[in-house]
């Protein structure tokens, strides 16, 4: 059965499936060394550690990513790595012998074992598993006067913030919201921003202490939490 695999990821995979075995073996080692990171592209330090160029890196992340992503909606493995080995060669994978389907499956199995990839990997779904996700936010100040009907002279003005918050849905689509802001709402958002950062801390440092692996690489400092 033929898999929906995009071009690039089709080409990367008949790439790692003609390595040599030394070279799949320093690139899994290299990852393995690297350990888990927040991001997919965060692993591309390691892979140019072990001889690849920014660009092949990248795109082998690329694949081993939505390999891993992909695999938990296949009934079993062997027959998930079979479908990709006949989407990529565009033949049967029932027609090799014996010796050449045990290599194609255990070089694809190498991919899916790697447990940096689908560490990093499940994190990435984790941290997405939100109805939204924030992406950035621009805030705009301005002071708008407040003039009666019969003058156009001011008696006053407020000075009010515009919050505008740019997010992404769970099926990755686009979305924005704006609100009004005045000066009381922000010290609320400062104090709220404020316990978040000190919560922040305190979880990170119970990670630390728990011997669990910070996936996002931060370093904390001691705060008044």
Not at 7 to 26: G, M, N, S, Y
Not at 198 to 213: E, T
Request: glycine content about 6%.
């Amino acid at each position: 059965m033929a898999l929906d695999i995009p071009d690039e990821h089709q080409q990367t995979i008949k790439t790692w499936l003609e390595l040599p075995d030394a070279r799949v073996a320093a690139v899994l080692e290299a990852l393995e060394t690297a350990g888990p990171a927040p991001h997919i592209s965060a692993l591309l330090p390691a892979l140019v550690s072990a001889g690849f160029s920014e660009e092949e890196g990248a795109r082998l992340l690329g694949f081993l990513g939505s390999f891993v992503m992909s695999e938990r909606h296949a009934s079993t493995r062997d027959r998930y790595l079979a479908s990709v080995y006949e989407t990529v060669a565009g033949s049967s994978f029932d027609a090799l012998d014996l010796s050449s389907q045990q290599a194609v499956l255990t070089r694809l199995q190498a991919a899916l074992d790697s447990q940096t990839v689908r560490t990093t990997s499940k994190a990435m779904r984790l941290r997405k598993a939100n109805h939204h996700t924030y992406v950035d936010a621009t805030l705009v100040s301005d002071v708008r006067p407040v003039l009666l009907d019969d003058t156009l002279v001011p008696t006053g003005a407020l000075v009010v913030h515009q919050l505008q918050i740019r997010f992404t849905g769970g099926g990755l689509e686009r979305g924005s919201f704006a609100v009004t802001l005045d000066h009381e709402d922000l010290e609320r958002m400062h104090r709220l921003l404020a316990r978040a950062l000190a919560k922040d801390v305190a979880l990170r440092d119970w990670l630390h202490g728990a011997g669990l692996r910070d996936l996002d690489g931060v370093e904390t400092q001691d705060t008044d939490k």
